[in-house]
């Protein structure tokens, strides 16, 4: 009877998620989300309650959070029982986390900040800042990130006229191309 009931909740969970869409299965699950954010992930680990989410953040697919430390199991008090560890991860406003990023306990990731793919985020990120690697370290301000995408990217003002999505990347490589030379 166990099985079929988390066989239940599962679905339930998973057309809930495509119905109401992934910001509102996250706040239900407990995450706090603020306003006009893009969630490309499902699973919020044990703890969704201890995420809290700014304004215009964007969680791309594979990014875990993780809001405590089940290493602690392996340290026993007087009675044989284990220690716990958990904090919250707090993540500001107007960021981007990319592919595959781990953001471990306790973390605070400041506003206006972006996470490269693949990082492991393991210590505080100060607002205005780009973040790479493992673990993931400060390697350059905001401002210099988008004045290097303003002269190296084309904007959506300049699709603005391409309809389809393979003719808008094309023209968007195009473009690229033309300020590159």
Request: glycine fraction near 8%; aromatic fraction near 8%.
């Amino acid at each position: 009877m166990k099985f079929i009931k988390a066989i239940l909740c599962q679905v339930f969970d998973l057309v809930y998620f495509f119905i109401k869409g992934s910001v509102a299965y996250a706040r239900k699950k407990g995450v706090v989300v603020g306003e006009r954010c893009r969630i490309y992930i499902r699973s919020w680990g044990s703890e969704p309650f201890l995420v809290n989410i700014g304004d215009d953040v964007t969680v791309t697919s594979g990014v875990k959070f993780i809001t405590h430390d089940g290493s602690t199991c392996l340290v026993k008090d007087e009675h044989g029982k284990r220690y716990q560890k958990f904090a919250p991860i707090t993540v500001g406003s107007r960021v981007f986390i990319g592919v595959n990023t781990i953001i471990m306990p306790g973390v605070t990731i400041g506003s206006d900040v972006v996470i490269g793919a693949g990082s492991v985020v393991t210590k505080d990120i100060s607002d205005n800042s780009v973040a790479i690697g493992v673990p993931a370290k400060v390697v350059s301000s905001f401002e210099d990130y988008q004045a290097k995408i303003k002269a190296t990217c084309a904007s959506d003002t300049d699709l603005a006229d391409v309809h389809g999505y393979a003719e808008r990347v094309q023209c968007a490589i195009e473009l690229q191309n033309q300020k590159h030379s």
